[in-house]
Structure formats: structure tokens, C-alpha cells
């Protein structure tokens, strides 16, 4: 319990799930996007930048991060006009290796060798800001906006059909995506004072990935994948090592058992609407 309650834990825990959440949106809407690594480095690089060479404020540096991570989803969100699905998930995966390749070559960000000396952000900062996102998301994601992306994840045509924009619909997911990958990119950054390229490779894709499949395509789901995947390798330190074959071995046996997740939205309607059964009738 001592480490799930340290400082590096929690804040490891709040970063995964910002991260976790900023791939909820764009794969609700049926945007099988695999870039958000290359969006979290963008936010982590601007939000750096700004700090160390013009002396912004951690909170504006944070703000802007986001703003960068979603700006520059935009061009990749017109690949969702053309290609769709596992060609789209291999184009986004490209691009987030683009992305990696210019901060390993630009050396006004350290190129290979990163970025350090960031002003340092507490862990508990970072806590209420995945605290806030949760809330946020939660509303956003059982609002009219959030059932229009679960209705053209499911099928695009017929959402279109009844009078949804699937383009622009699409483009707000991801871009939602981006700016969350952007705002955990400046955590990130500001909490550890230290970046590089390496820190935002394909193996930041996969736990993202595997975090979302664990927990289920809701915000709570995504919330429970990445805190429990995140935290059992901290917890037992001896099998820190063994942490890629762990989670693989749980993603086989969700994929067999609970295809669905742990929460997905029909387990927690079922579970709602089980309690308002068992309340009694008001006279």
C-alpha cells in the first residue's frame, strides 16, 4: 500500500490515464489512431520549451502543450477522409515516428539527447489534473457528443444517414485525443525534468493500447486499465522485468474471457440500472 500511495506511482498512474483517455475518443469514433505517442511528444517539447526559454508558467506551458497536441493532429485527421481502419492505424503509427524522427534530429530540443532541467511539477498537481480530465471526459463521453461518436464508431453509414456529421464528428474526436496526449506529454516532462525521443516510442503505444482493451471503451474502463496495469508492476518489484510479458498474458486472457473489458458501457448501464431497480418506489 506504501508504494501504491508514493508520489512516483501516482503520478506514473495520472499520466497513464491522461494518456489512456486521449485514445477513449478518436477509438469511439471508429478513428483507429496509433499516433498519440508523437502528440504526447509534441505537447512534452512545447511545453518544455516554453518553460526553459521564455519562462512561461507550468499551468500556461501545460495549456499550451495541449493546444499544440491537438493542432497538430489536424493533418493526420484528414487521413480519416481517405483510409479507415488498420491502413489508418498503420498511417498514424507512421506519423508518430515522423514526429520522433524530427525531435531526434532537431537540435534546438536536444535532438537525441533531449531536454532536462524543466521546472519541476509535484506529483499531487498532476493527480487533480487527471482527476479534473476524468470528470471532464466522463461528461463528455455520456453527453449527446459522446453517444454521437459510439453511434459512428458503430456504424458510420447509418450515423450519417440519421444526420451526423461523421467528418468533422471524427476530427473533434481526435483532436480531443490530441490535446489529452498533449497535456500528459507536459506532466510527463515537468514532473521527471527530463525528456527525449526514446521516452515516446512504440512501446508507449503498445501499454497505451493494452490499458484501453483491459479496462473497456468508457472513461471509467479506461480509467481502471491504466491504474491497475500501471500499478501491479510497482507493486511487485520483482516482476517490473517481466511487465511486457505480464500484460500480455492479460490481454489473452481478457481477449478470451471478457472481450468487452472490465467496464465496458453496457456492464455499467446494466450495474445502474440493477441499483435503481432495487431502490424502493416513492410513494
Request: proline share 5%; with cysteine.
Amino acid at each position: 500500500m506504501e508504494v501504491l500511495l508514493s508520489e512516483p506511482v501516482q503520478a506514473l498512474v495520472a499520466i497513464n490515464v491522461l494518456l489512456t483517455l486521449s485514445l477513449l475518443f478518436p477509438f469511439a469514433a471508429g478513428v483507429w489512431s496509433l499516433g498519440m505517442p508523437g502528440f504526447m511528444a509534441v505537447g512534452a517539447y512545447a511545453s518544455s520549451w516554453l518553460t526553459l526559454n521564455h519562462d512561461w508558467p507550468i499551468s500556461a506551458a501545460l495549456a499550451a502543450g495541449a493546444l499544440a497536441g491537438a493542432v497538430v493532429t489536424l493533418p493526420f485527421a484528414m487521413l480519416t477522409l481517405r483510409i479507415r481502419e488498420i491502413y489508418l492505424a498503420i498511417a498514424t503509427l507512421a506519423a508518430a515516428e515522423l514526429i520522433l524522427l524530427f525531435f531526434s534530429h532537431y537540435t534546438k530540443t536536444g535532438a537525441v539527447m533531449g531536454l532536462t532541467g524543466m521546472p519541476y511539477l509535484e506529483a499531487h498537481w498532476i493527480v487533480a489534473t487527471a482527476i479534473v480530465v476524468i470528470l471532464l471526459a466522463s461528461l463528455l463521453y455520456n453527453s449527446r457528443f459522446g453517444k454521437a461518436l459510439v453511434a459512428i464508431g458503430s456504424d458510420p453509414v447509418v450515423a450519417s444517414c440519421h444526420g451526423l456529421n461523421v467528418p468533422v464528428l471524427q476530427f473533434t474526436a481526435l483532436a480531443i485525443g490530441g490535446a489529452l496526449a498533449g497535456l500528459a506529454g507536459g506532466c510527463f516532462a515537468h514532473y521527471y525534468s527530463f525528456i527525449s525521443p526514446g521516452n515516446f516510442g512504440f512501446h508507449r503505444t503498445t501499454d497505451i493500447l493494452m490499458f484501453l482493451v483491459v479496462g473497456g471503451l468508457t472513461p471509467l474502463g479506461a480509467v481502471v486499465g491504466a491504474a491497475v496495469l500501471s500499478a501491479i508492476p510497482q507493486v511487485a518489484t520483482a516482476l517490473e522485468k517481466w511487465a511486457p510479458a505480464m500484460y500480455g498474458l492479460i490481454v489473452l486472457l481478457m481477449a478470451v474471457y471478457m472481450p468487452a473489458g472490465l467496464l465496458p458501457k453496457n456492464r455499467i448501464t446494466g450495474w445502474l440500472r440493477q441499483r435503481r431497480g432495487r431502490q424502493p418506489a416513492r410513494t
